[in-house]
């Protein structure tokens, strides 16, 4: 066996410590292997929107307005939602479960800065989503001839609703998974949100077909926004007309979901923890 | 650094609900030391080694562990310490060399990954994901885990759990090596021959409350202690005497039986016995 001394630092085999962009990015890819590798969550989280999809498209394929078939409105909705499956209910499952096992008691022993650890998790998230978006994208425009955003302007706008959007959901999941006592609590906690939230933000259904105190009620929740974003891109700008403000209120969509990344992120802070109770 | 303590501690209470886990413990661990907790299930060495660690809030008392506050630490504080917890952390996952890859990152001054696996007697194991690992293997990967950051105290908590006999001859020899090295290292265990074998010194806790520290040797008075010499008397009877003066005891023995005595012992309490005896008595 061979003993090393202190002063023999300098002559060290491992690098330095790294700067705090590469200890996000491996922490990004760390968590990156350990998503892909449990075979049932990659299966489950990018094969969930798709296999809806199939199965809602194929049921209901009526009009729902001049021009606007319900598997495009659907198909919106099941992007929005994919996101928030990827993000919120991802996490809030996720991180309960590592922090029953101790992972996240290892990860405060050591000198890793805490926020590397969401970071890592954001990396995860956005890598994700947008392969799980492509994914539905793909099948949407073979199957259901979605057709993909004509304008720059269009592509922009999907590009920030789903950043904006992805970020609110991942800071309320990190948020709600101090809720979970154990590990199994977790999806105790985050399923039934995520399947409420569904069936009132107009995801399965129109939205304005809903009464009104459930628009009310939906409208709190960065869901609902998440999926009018997506609607002014993918459907026909004349549907907009079809929406409870006579317009996709781009601007509201932007101030809501914001709003929301601002109460995660508080959330998080105030509420994060990385031990359980029984850890005293 | 000119402070001789790596670790003191005084009057440290925690209590939780009406259990007073740890009532008023007063510590001091040297620089360079090996210094092994030992007491029974509940006594309160974890409660009292995470209050150290920073895991956990102390109710009262003062605490220093490398000249910080655990409670508030400097920056740089974790780089110079590690920890093996009492409970395993389970990346299910990883393989052992991902594993001890990546935690070598987060550490200024991390040792080489292979040879630290090869250290703990993983080598062989590197590729393996972690969850195929067996209880004393996994148990190696903490102690992987805990010293990858060359720590300056390294704190372990039932390190040897699980081990076989060969791993533990093994581990025995790494403690000794990084005490070699300038480590200061701060143990539980419940095994008095390990306690014997690598402490300086050792401390007996029980009901929260530190009742001896002495180096392995003087616990309890042991070396004070009386030696029980026991022997057979004519009528078969065994009778036993503790004394003082044992050699004298047995060259009287030896004139009344005319030679030989029959049956006859001389011992000396083990460090088990006066464990036992002290906290016993409580
Ligand atoms: N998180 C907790 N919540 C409530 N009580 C706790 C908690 N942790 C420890 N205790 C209590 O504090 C006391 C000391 O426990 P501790 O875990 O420190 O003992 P220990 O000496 O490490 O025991 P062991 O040898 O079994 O590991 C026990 O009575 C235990 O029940
Ligand atoms: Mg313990």
């Not at chain 1, 979970?180 to 399947?195: D, E, H, K, M, Y």
């Not at chain 2, 402070?3 to 886990?21: C, H, M, W």
């Not at chain 2, 506050?69 to 991902?98: C, M, T």
């Not at chain 2, 402490?199 to 929260?208: K, L, S, T």
Request: with cysteine.
């Amino acid at each position: 066996m061979t003993t090393t001394l202190k002063p023999a630092t300098a002559a060290r085999a491992a690098g330095h410590q790294p700067g705090p962009l590469a200890l996000a990015l491996r922490q990004g890819r760390l968590e990156l292997t350990q998503f892909l590798r449990s075979r049932e969550s990659v299966v489950f989280t990018m094969g969930f929107p798709v296999v809806m999809i199939l199965i809602f498209a194929a049921v209901f394929d009526g009009e729902i307005a001049p021009g606007v078939s319900y598997p495009q409105y659907f198909i919106t909705g099941m992007i929005a939602t994919g996101l928030m499956t990827v993000s919120f209910q991802n996490l809030g499952i996720w991180i309960p479960i590592e922090r029953d096992r101790g992972v996240l008691k290892r990860y405060r022993g050591t000198p890793m800065p805490k926020w590397v650890y969401f970071a890592g998790k954001v990396i995860m998230v956005v890598v994700i989503s947008v392969v799980e978006t492509a994914l539905l994208l793909a099948v949407s425009v073979a199957v259901f001839d979605l057709q993909l955003p004509g304008t720059a302007t269009k592509w922009l706008t999907f590009g920030w609703v789903s950043v904006l959007g992805i970020t609110a959901c991942t800071l309320c999941g990190i948020a709600v998974s101090s809720l979970a006592r154990t590990s199994r609590s977790g999806s105790a906690v985050v399923t039934p949100i995520a399947l409420v939230l569904q069936f009132t933000s107009g995801v399965f259904f129109v939205f304005t077909e809903l009464p009104s105190w459930m628009q009310q009620v939906a409208a709190l929740f960065p869901l609902k926004w998440m999926c009018q974003g997506l609607r002014s891109v993918f459907l026909p700008g004349a549907f907009a007309g079809q929406e409870p403000g006579g317009s996709y209120e781009l601007g509201r969509v932007a101030l809501v979901l914001a709003a929301w990344c601002v109460i995660g992120l508080l959330l998080c802070l105030g509420t994060f923890r990385w031990t359980t109770r029984r850890d005293g | 650094m000119d402070n001789e303590l790596a670790i003191v501690a005084r009057g440290l209470r925690k209590a939780y609900g009406k259990n007073v886990a740890v009532a008023g413990v007063d510590l001091e661990v040297r620089r360079g030391e090996v210094f092994a907790l030992l007491g029974p299930n509940g006594a309160g060495k974890t409660t009292t080694v995470e209050i150290l660690e920073g895991y956990r809030r102390r109710d009262a008392g003062e605490v220093s562990v490398l000249d910080s506050d655990p409670a508030a630490p400097a920056a740089s504080w974790r780089n110079r310490i590690g920890i093996v917890l009492q409970g395993v952390g389970e990346f299910d996952e990883l393989s052992v060399s991902e594993l001890v890859h990546h935690f070598a990152g987060f550490y200024a001054d991390a040792d080489d990954p292979e040879k630290v696996i090869a250290r703990v007697g993983l080598a062989g194991k590197a590729r393996a994901r972690t969850h195929t690992l067996s209880g004393g293997q996994k148990r190696r990967l903490d102690v992987a885990l805990g010293i990858i950051g060359r720590p300056e105290l390294l704190f372990l908590d039932e390190p040897t759990t699980g081990f076989d006999p060969e791993a533990r001859r093994e581990f025995w020899q790494l403690i000794r090596d990084l005490a070699a090295a300038g480590t200061t290292i701060v143990l539980t265990t419940h095994y008095l021959d390990e306690a014997e074998a690598l402490a300086d010194r050792v401390g007996v806790i029980a009901g929260g409350r530190l009742i001896e520290v002495a180096a392995p040797e003087h616990l309890g008075n042991r070396q004070q202690a009386q030696a029980t010499v026991s022997w057979r008397t004519p009528e078969g009877l065994t009778e036993s005497t503790e004394s003082a003066t044992p050699t004298e005891l047995v060259t009287e023995l030896a004139t009344r039986f005319g030679g030989e005595v029959p049956g006859l012992t001389v011992t000396r309490p083990t460090l088990e016995d006066i464990y036992l005896k002290m906290i016993g008595h409580r």
